[in-house]
């Protein structure tokens, strides 16, 4: 299938390692040109040579996408690279796991910063290049913590549950103007966050990050302009709720 990412515009954030550098990587296999930034910069330059070798033209920026004015700072980035912005995949670092009553209100703020906030500017940023162009592809990396929060994980479960409610008014605005929003919702992956929290080890079903973003790259594609405002859970069928 043609997806219709050739030539197309994107911008990946936390895009050196796990997820984020999964879903650049398919969307260079596709042919989209791209910015990409991480904190690390060994990890990013590799991501960055990796996607070199696809054939992709990218540019690698290190930059903390939970810095309040990066967002902004990486959409220019990407408009002066490219001439334009069409797709954008959001994604930031989990916050710590901890249970509802022993999160602190400093935790909270840094998890509501990086989890929600961060993806909103990165949204407002993006927005006024695609609706000048008549089309634009967004998806956030969140978690299947929207559709079922995870006990011992209440920072990510309060962000990214408020990300979802954000996420759903924003795509109703948006739709009319050719711009699609959805949210991707993994569950265990084999990324190095998941195995720093200890989780899979009992045998629970883990994805493979490739796969993963090859479903981003499709939700960011041409045939997929009918696909705006969901939560798509990528977890091998672990989430158990039926909303």
Same mark, same amino acid.
């Given at each position: 299938m043609d997806l219709g990412l050739r030539g197309k515009r994107a911008l990946v954030t936390a895009a050196s390692k796990g997820l984020g550098r999964a879903c650049a990587l398919a969307l260079a296999g596709e042919g989209a040109q791209m910015v990409?930034?991480?904190?690390?910069?060994?990890?990013?330059?590799q991501t960055? $040579?990796?996607i070199c070798g696809l054939g +992709?033209?990218?540019?690698?920026i290190r930059e903390d996408v939970t810095d309040p004015a990066a967002p902004?700072?990486?959409?220019t980035a990407t408009v002066e690279a490219f001439g334009g912005i069409d797709v954008l995949v959001g994604n930031s670092g989990?916050?710590?796991?901890?249970?509802?009553?022993?999160?602190?209100?400093a935790q909270l703020e840094e998890a509501l910063n990086a989890n929600l906030v961060t993806s909103i500017r990165l949204v407002r940023a993006a927005v006024p290049h695609m609706r000048a162009a008549g089309w634009g592809r967004i998806c956030l990396i969140t978690s299947s913590t929207v559709k079922e929060p995870?006990?011992?994980? $209440?920072?990510?479960?309060?962000?990214? +549950?408020?990300?979802?409610?954000?996420?759903k008014t924003a795509a109703a605005d948006l739709f009319a103007d050719g711009i699609t929003l959805n949210l991707a919702?993994?569950?265990l992956h084999a990324t190095d966050r998941i195995k720093s929290l200890g989780m899979g080890a009992d045998g629970e079903p883990i994805g493979d990050p490739e796969d993963f973003g090859k479903v981003i790259a499709f939700l960011c594609s041409e045939p997929a302009g009918f696909v705006s405002g969901t939560a798509v859970l990528i977890d091998g069928a672990r989430t158990l709720g039926l909303l």
């Amino acid at each position: 299938m043609d997806l219709g990412l050739r030539g197309k515009r994107a911008l990946v954030t936390a895009a050196s390692k796990g997820l984020g550098r999964a879903c650049a990587l398919a969307l260079a296999g596709e042919g989209a040109q791209m910015v990409i930034c991480a904190r690390g910069v060994e990890e990013l330059k590799q991501t960055e $040579a990796e996607i070199c070798g696809l054939g +992709a033209d990218v540019v690698a920026i290190r930059e903390d996408v939970t810095d309040p004015a990066a967002p902004q700072r990486l959409v220019t980035a990407t408009v002066e690279a490219f001439g334009g912005i069409d797709v954008l995949v959001g994604n930031s670092g989990g916050p710590p796991p901890g249970r509802a009553m022993d999160v602190d209100d400093a935790q909270l703020e840094e998890a509501l910063n990086a989890n929600l906030v961060t993806s909103i500017r990165l949204v407002r940023a993006a927005v006024p290049h695609m609706r000048a162009a008549g089309w634009g592809r967004i998806c956030l990396i969140t978690s299947s913590t929207v559709k079922e929060p995870i006990p011992g994980l $209440a920072l990510s479960n309060t962000a990214r +549950a408020g990300l979802w409610g954000w996420s759903k008014t924003a795509a109703a605005d948006l739709f009319a103007d050719g711009i699609t929003l959805n949210l991707a919702c993994p569950g265990l992956h084999a990324t190095d966050r998941i195995k720093s929290l200890g989780m899979g080890a009992d045998g629970e079903p883990i994805g493979d990050p490739e796969d993963f973003g090859k479903v981003i790259a499709f939700l960011c594609s041409e045939p997929a302009g009918f696909v705006s405002g969901t939560a798509v859970l990528i977890d091998g069928a672990r989430t158990l709720g039926l909303l």
